[in-house]
């Protein structure tokens, strides 16, 4: 039995060393211009909600999802988010692809996770997406009002579906309409 668990200490180590040398002397792909292996995105997807769910606090938000604030939040998104994750036009970004892995449209697939979660992924960003650290350009309202935007954007109340419409001249999609995401 010794011998058999020292066996499978040794074949781990020397995959853990194995993989690490093969990165270390470039024979991995670095490449953003492909689409990921759906093995590397499940892996990467599942580490990052696993990652969040350890480290990020469970707050409640302090701004309520009033007209207003909800508002706010659709300006701030086209202004800080529709470059990358598609306008409220609902079309999508001219370089999301661009990005290893690419850039989710919000607007077509909003994030289908708790305030919390997307709020402490809008404030500290994601490594190696491009996605930014927002806490040093927004204020912490201001993240909380883009996360009541994100997490709301199926269903909106009319005030700001009809602000929504007048702006992009486009009808803000609805639960079931688009398709829902699974991953951010």
């Not at 599942?46 to 701004?63: C, I, M, Q, T």
């Not at 988010?81 to 697939?109: E, M, T, V």
Request: with cysteine; proline share 10%; glycine share 8%.
């Amino acid at each position: 039995m010794r011998n058999f668990i020292l066996g499978m200490v040794i074949t781990i180590l020397v995959l853990l060393i194995g993989g690490l040398g093969l990165a270390l002397l470039g024979f991995l792909p670095t490449r953003a211009n492909s689409a990921p292996p759906e093995m590397e995105r499940h892996i990467a997807m599942s580490a990052l909600d696993n990652s969040v769910e350890r480290h990020a606090p469970r707050l409640n938000s302090p701004v309520p999802p009033t007209d207003e604030n909800l508002i706010e939040g659709l300006k701030l998104y086209t202004m800080n988010c529709a470059g990358c994750h598609g306008g409220i036009d609902r079309q999508p970004s001219a370089f999301a692809k661009s990005f290893y892995p690419p850039a989710p449209n919000l607007i077509l697939h909003p994030p289908d996770d708790a305030e919390w979660h997307v709020f402490y992924v809008i404030r500290t960003g994601v490594r190696y997406t491009g996605m930014p650290a927002w806490d040093k350009t927004l204020s912490e309202p201001d993240i909380w009002k883009l996360t009541a935007f994100l997490t709301r954007v199926e269903k909106l109340p009319p005030a700001v579906q009809d602000y929504w419409k007048k702006s992009s001249g486009v009808t803000p999609p609805t639960a079931g309409q688009e398709g829902h995401d699974d991953h951010k």
